[in-house]
């Protein structure tokens, strides 16, 4: 079996407008300034942990996991399906390529961004189910787990360095979405099939041979 495992905001969905708001309602909250939209552009994709020391200084990981999880659903509306998207998560699962959504996010709000737009992949892993967020790899590694295959038989599609160096990390190969450089490059993810699809022809030519007897 070969897997895709995908990030999720900026390759799946646009969420920075639900970010903006979601995190500055949190700010309001827990009595912390508002934080500038270009702040969170640059600091796009590091997870809750590095939010929590650069936002949220004096406050909890728990209070703030709790204020992004009530405000959360009020910004869904402002939540974009990335073109191709669900299209590209249906067609590889329909080859019998196993996908994952890698990204930290925590979970329950990445299954409901998810859902909202819907795309059905077959794994979740948030920031906060693996020890490390990305950059670190735990996440790759657990996702492969989930999906009984081989790091030389998976990819990662990812839009930023954090992406690109979890995948590097974990030994996988890295697919560069909406400007960055890996081992391939794509503008847009139905490319994706194109990439993964020579695999899964191998597979199934593998399992269509005839057993030989030594």
Known sequence: MLAVLFDMDGVLVDSFEVWVRVMNRTADA???????????????????????DHYYRGSTLAEVERCFETVF????????????ASDTVRALRAEGVATAVITNTPRPLARSMLATVGIEADHIVGGTDVPEAKPAPDMVHRALE?????????????????????????????????GIDGDHRIDHLGDVLALVRPGVD???????????DD
């Open 30 to 52: 827990l009595g912390h300034p508002t934080i500038a939209r270009e702040s969170i552009a640059e600091s796009w994709g590091q997870g809750i942990q590095a939010d929590l």
């Open 73 to 84: 659903p009020d910004h869904l509306e402002h939540l974009v399906m990335n073109p191709g």
């Open 146 to 178: 989930l999906c009984h295959v081989d790091r030389s038989r998976a990819w990662v599609v990812g839009d930023s360095e954090f992406d690109r160096a979890a995948a590097r990390d974990a030994g996988v190969r890295f697919i560069g979405y909406g």
């Open 202 to 212: 191998l597979a199934s030519r593998r399992l269509a041979e005839p057993r030989r």
